[in-house]
């Protein structure tokens, strides 16, 4: 499928002139906040209180509600809807302790009116969705989920719902990425259709309730949030997450704001409560939409922290800030582990945990270490390194996982690794003791080759030893061939403590890639 992308900064304006029966809403919307309830540094990890107060600081929670506030009052009168397209669980200690409690209460100071299932939002299995089901004061919804048989799931979200916003019917459908069985853990009554035809079929049950104005709010990523755009009539735009798309009509290297594919506008705002986004949309008497203008807004130093919700967050913070603070080891130099390089190819962060893997295994007689890019969530920058940048970087609570498989199966593993680069799917992998070379436009499944193993090439037959963490074990992010491994054992240590003791180790740390992996 050919998709036309126009990706000015102005208006689509398919009328000249607006009519008097035009109907203007106001969208504010958040992604992928990844409970980044303190402030985060340019890393996309927390802050400290020190940096923070010397300005050097980004969004936020207090921060997040700040703008939306602002936001509201500037358009006290107008039609304005508040949104998340999900991923509002796991990536800081507020949800390693807390467990969405914290999640929960903040947006219900927000004061959201709507918000999608994330895939991460299954980190704690059906019951952690049902705990913010529970607790949040609006509805969450997504469309491609059936979870009618599940006895913890049944009837808490729904497919779509109707918002009556100025005398108006705005339509609410919601996908979430069909691959969420390999990227978190629904349980097997969770039942995934695919992402299109499941949002065809809501906006067709919409329309035959005679709502005109539809906005899908998605956490399937922006490449199948254009497809879906494409594929779709009916759709009048599109508020995505998940991919962690930043959209903005003044950074430089960012996609325009929206982004249109066809006549559907489609927006994203990042990540990790870096930015709001505001799209404002014009529809016609009929329900079509004449004009989408606006962009993203960066919540830096600039805007003001809500001061109750700062007094709330130390109070929350209280319990874990000796342990966020305690420091574990020194850098020479920030260690850079984004999601658009630790998904693509070698880094430094990657490298980084694979040797902390496999040192810490190796008198086991462990010769492979193999990361999931999508585990590490953050960098580090440059001095001392305290255990909350850890946690921040390995939020999971994964543990050490040691097994036996051929170096056929090693291949195989290799192959799904890179099966979806493409797409900066979570899945990459970062190794230890072994290299390999990837030719990222073949076809997928014959991507791999040069594998070696130490110093000599992989052999089919051999049986290796390897150490991942429990998540990649069993079968996550598509690495379904380790689920029968030999002598595998998930009970090790935390990674985030592997991987402390092991930078305490090395003095003060200079970061590095090495060549392990080559990417043409």
Known sequence: MTLRLLTTSCALALVA?????????????????HSRIEP???FDSTCNAEANAAGECFGGVARVITQINALRDELAGQNVIVVDAGDQYQGSLMYTTYK?????????????????????????GDAGLRKLTDLVSFPVISGNIDVSGSN??????????VLEVGGQRIGIISALAGDTVETSSPSDAVIFTPEVASLSTDVAALQGEGVTKIIALTHVGLPKDMEIAAA?????????????????NTEDGALAYPTMVGTVPVVQAYAYSKYVGHLTLVFDDAGNVTSATGDTILLDASVAEDEAAVARIAELAGPIEEMKTRIVAETAAAI?????????????????????????????????AIQNGGGIRASIDAGEVTMGEVLGVLPFQNTLSTFEVTGETLLQALENGVSQIEEGAGRFPQVAGMTFT???????????????VADAPLDPAMVYAVVSNNYVRNGGD????????????????????????????????????????TVN
């Open 17 to 33: 002139g607006a009519a008097a029966a035009d109907y203007t809403l106001h969208i504010i919307h958040t992604n992928d906040l």
């Open 40 to 42: 985060i540094s340019a």
């Open 100 to 124: 969405g409690d914290v999640e929960a209460e903040f947006m219900n100071v927000i004061g959201y009116d709507v918000m999608a299932v994330g895939n991460h939002e299954f980190d704690d």
């Open 152 to 161: 913890i799931l049944a009837g808490q979200v729904d497919n779509h719902i």
């Open 232 to 248: 779709v009539d009916g759709i009048d735009a599109i508020v995505g997450g998940h991919s962690h798309t930043l959209m903005s």
């Open 336 to 368: 850079d582990g984004d999601r658009t390089v630790c998904r693509a190819m070698e880094c430094p962060m990657g490298s980084l945990i694979a040797d902390a893997m496999l040192d810490r295994v190796r008198d086991q007689g462990v010769q492979i």
């Open 438 to 452: 990837v030719s990222s436009t073949a076809p997928a499944g014959e991507r791999v080759s040069d594998v070696m």
């Open 478 to 517: 598509g690495y379904a061939m380790f689920e029968d491994a030999a002598n595998a054992y998930d009970f090790g240590p935390d990674l985030a403590d592997v991987l402390a003791e092991y930078m305490a180790a090395q003095g003060i740390f200079t970061p590095y890639t090495d060549g392990r992996i």
